[in-house]
């Protein structure tokens, strides 16, 4: 069993930035992948970004990339979002996702966090 816990959300202005977190606990970190996916109100939920605990492979959503980065401390199990000049459309909630494939389907991933809310205001 892993246990995520997501930290960090919260309103911010476009153009700013927020840094989440996603602390992981239970079976150790480094068999799996780790992601974020984020749900807007009325919208499906959709893959943002993905990283191997070896921090070898990374993804991200075309939307996201060259403003977002991940990173992990393998010290805290921690892994972290750091969002850099959000856009209102990046307002949704934001759930951190482990899996031990780099599967991007919402319905196969095996672990989800309770999610943080991210509010970029215009």
């Known amino acids: 069993q892993v246990t995520l816990v997501e930290s960090g959300g919260g309103l911010v202005q476009a153009g700013g930035s927020l840094r989440l977190s996603c602390a992981a606990s239970?079976?150790?970190?480094?068999?799996?992948?780790y992601a974020w996916f984020r749900q807007a109100p009325g919208k499906e939920r959709e893959f943002v970004a993905q990283?191997?605990?070896?921090?070898?492979?990374?993804a991200f959503a075309d939307s996201v990339k060259g403003r977002f980065t991940l990173s992990r401390d393998d010290a805290k199990n921690t892994m972290y979002l750091q969002m850099n000049n959000l856009k209102s459309e990046d307002t949704a909630t934001y759930y951190c996702?482990?899996?031990?494939?780099?599967?991007?389907?919402?319905?196969?991933?095996?672990?989800w966090g309770q999610g943080t809310q991210v509010i970029v205001s215009s």
């Open positions: 996702a482990a899996d031990r494939t780099m599967t991007r389907i919402v319905s196969q991933i095996e672990y």
């Open positions: 239970g079976r150790p970190p480094n068999v799996y992948f």
């Open positions: 990283i191997h605990w070896s921090g070898r492979t990374t």
